[in-house]
Every structure is written in C-alpha cells, then in structure tokens.
C-alpha cells in the first residue's frame, strides 16, 4: 500500500511516496531511533543521579547501540522497529 505523503513542515515540499506504517506516522526509522535513544538516555541519567549510578550502563548501551546502527547500518532496535512497524530508512533504503 503506497500513500503520498507531503512535509508539513514547509510550504512547497513535494511529495514523497511511503508505504507501510511509516506514512500513518509520517516519521522515519531514523527519526524514531533517535526518540527512543534520547528517551532512555536522559531515563538512565535521571536514574543514575537519584538511584545508583549503575543505570549509566543503559547509557553506555544506547551509545554502543548507535556506533552499531551508523557502521553496519543496523542495531537491535532498528531491526524490531523494521520488521515489527514496517517503518522505512531514509538514509539506508535498501538496507
């Protein structure tokens, strides 16, 4: 299923096609990669000041998550989110 999908966010952005969940969202995978790494990122930091500083391990993680995704062009969260919501790379369409 292809829909037409045109950034709102500029007044003569033209048209792009995307299929799957990633037009209801109108977001692609990067975009919700770096939501989810910017969420448990600053999650990790609030628990390491207030509980223990172990939760700075899950930083570590979201970081060693990221070099993954931009040298080998795939991570364990890229990987669920493609095949979980169809979502689409923008910078790696192929992959």
């Known amino acids: 299923m292809s829909t ?3 950034d709102p966010t ?3 952005a033209p048209s792009t096609t995307v299929s799957g969940d990633a037009c209801s ?3 692609p995978l990067e ?19 207030s509980v223990s500083p ?4 899950l ?3 979201v970081g060693v998550n990221q070099l993954l995704y931009v040298s080998v062009h795939n991570c364990g969260a890229s990987l669920i989110l493609k095949h979980s919501t169809n979502l689409k790379s923008v910078i790696y369409p192929k992959g």
């Open 4 to 6: 037409t999908y045109t």
């Open 59 to 61: 930083t570590g993680f």
């Open 10 to 12: 500029t007044d003569s």
């Open 31 to 49: 975009r919700v990669l770096f939501l989810m790494a910017g969420v448990v990122t600053l999650t990790s930091a609030v628990l390491a000041a």
């Open 25 to 27: 969202t109108g977001w």
């Open 54 to 57: 172990w939760f700075l391990l």
